[in-house]
């Protein structure tokens, strides 16, 4: 069970450091404007918004590797940073769209629950 926890970890932390690019890097463009539903204009207006909320998920991936990098000792730092996804996610659905509750939440509560089994 801790190998499928730290994979489905790992998956987490990757995804987190796909949306910083999407946000800070892609938000303008037409793949970031394309998965977001944006219009040009809205992106344009909206960038410096996405570019922090990209770093705060930069800061999410960061602290999973953290917690990763230090194996068993790491466990402690790893379920926190897992806790501050899910909670992100779960503020996500219910203020943007509940497809965030399946693309952000669900890993990192499969992930926690993974790592409380095993």
């Keep these: 069970?801790?190998?499928a926890a730290t994979v489905l970890t790992v998956l987490v932390a990757l995804l987190h450091v796909w949306f910083l690019v999407l946000e800070m890097f892609l938000w303008t463009k037409p793949l970031g404007r394309r998965v977001f539903k944006l219009t040009e204009e809205k992106?344009?207006?909206t960038k410096a918004l996405a570019a922090n909320q990209g770093?705060?998920?930069g800061f999410l991936a960061a602290g999973?590797?953290?917690g990763l990098s230090l194996g068993a000792e790491g466990e402690a730092i790893r379920l926190f940073f897992l806790g501050c996804v899910i909670v992100a996610g779960i503020f996500?659905?219910?203020t943007v769209g509940r497809k965030i509750l399946?693309?952000?939440a669900l890993p990192a509560a499969l992930a926690l629950a993974l790592s409380w089994v095993g």
Excluded: E, I, K, S
Aim: hydrophobic share 55%; no cysteine; charged share 0%.
């Design 1 to 3: 069970m801790q190998t």
């Design 43 to 45: 992106a344009q207006v």
């Design 55 to 57: 770093l705060y998920n």
């Design 64 to 66: 999973l590797g953290w």
């Design 92 to 94: 996500g659905a219910a």
């Design 102 to 104: 399946f693309v952000q």
